[in-house]
């Protein structure tokens, strides 16, 4: 029988009203098994492991992503696949952060939580739990269908370190701007295999060490010479810039030289773009052209997610600069087009 770790780390899929305050806080997992009596119909053999503290997202944190990623790699021969539950506040950042720690993943990890929990009557937490585990039993030759970190929600499954949380209070809460989506719920599940990573079967490597002296810089028009140098200036191992359209900023000469201070003081500058779909390219424009020849990383098509998981991955191995550098700009687990 098909077997599957659910590993519950909170979210509102699990969370009760408080009766003391009126917020929601999160619950322990029996409550979920009793509102989903489908689960005993499945023809799965599951397991939970229940995370203890039970988590809001909001305070997922690097050492928690190295826990999951150590009970994933732990069980990996136990186990088809996994479902994790957890918040979608930050689910993006945990399916990217997992996405880079897990070298040659060659099983299902499917995110999935919900914008309402389990106990409502319109919720929508037991089609996102049940079609996950549908997802993470799927097999095509004995071998998992979904090979990848991924994310299920709202009836559509994306990559995980594609995808972004867009909207908090639609069901549909996830989108995948530059990257197709792997797969949809209808009244049967249609896989789109041309877009699903494929690769040989190697062992699982597990690279849970996180450098997270990372800072960010958003641009906008008006920004100071006070508030970048904030950046610059700081102790910071790396920034990540957030830029206007196609990876441009403006070419003020106080700002292209703040950022060769901070380029010469051996920091890594990665440009990723405030537009959700579409690329940095680095010399399209005039205002892009001397970031370029300064050595300025692009980040491509990556979202904020990927690119920051990526970053605190690289840099958490200890890579001299130029391979970061490098390795930032190339695809590892499917995070850009390039
Ligand atoms: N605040 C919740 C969390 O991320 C929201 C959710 O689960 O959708 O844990």
Redesign the pocket.
């Known amino acids: 029988m098909t077997k599957i770790l659910i590993i519950y780390t ?4 699990g ?1 009760v009203n408080d009766p003391l305050t009126g917020a ?1 806080i ?1 619950f322990d997992f029996k409550q979920i098994q009793q509102n989903v009596p489908e689960l005993a119909r499945l023809n799965y053999d599951l397991d939970v492991h229940s995370f203890d503290p039970i ?4 305070n997922m944190d690097p050492e928690i992503w190295a826990e999951l990623a150590g009970i994933i790699t732990d069980t990996y021969a136990t186990y088809d696949g996994f479902v994790i539950l ?6 993006a950042y945990t399916a990217s952060a997992l996405s880079f720690m897990l070298k040659n993943l060659s099983k299902p990890v499917v995110l999935t ?3 309402l929990p389990i106990g409502e009557i319109r919720t929508d937490a037991k089609e996102n739990l049940i079609t996950a585990l549908e997802i993470a039993a799927t097999k095509v030759n004995e071998l998992a269908m979904i090979p990848e970190v991924c994310i299920y929600f709202d009836y559509q499954l994306f990559r995980g370190n594609r995808s972004i949380k867009y909207n908090s209070e639609k069901f549909e ?1 996830f989108q995948s701007p530059n990257y197709p989506i792997l797969a949809e719920a209808g009244v049967t599940l249609s896989f789109y295999s041309n877009y699903i990573h494929q690769h040989p079967v190697e062992p699982l490597v597990l690279q849970s060490e996180f450098n997270t002296n990372i800072g960010v810089l958003k641009m906008y028009p008006g920004i100071t010479i006070k508030t970048v140098q904030a950046i610059t200036r700081s102790s910071v191992d790396a920034i990540v810039m957030e830029t206007f359209g196609s990876g441009n900023t403006t070419t003020a000469q106080w700002f292209v030289d703040s950022l060769q201070e901070a380029l010469d003081a051996g920091k890594l500058i990665v440009d990723i773009s405030q537009c959700q779909g579409g690329s940095v390219e680095l010399g399209k424009y005039e205002t892009s052209k001397k970031l370029q020849h300064m050595g300025i990383i692009s980040g491509f098509d990556m979202t904020f997610e990927a690119t920051i998981t990526k970053l605190m991955y690289l840099m958490g191995q200890g890579l001299p600069y130029k391979e970061v550098a490098a390795l930032m700009e190339v695809s590892l687990r499917g995070e850009l087009s390039a």
Do not use: N, R, V
């Open positions: 909170g979210g509102t899929i969370m929601l999160p988590l809001d997202s909001s957890h918040g979608s506040d930050t689910m939580g919900s914008q809460a």
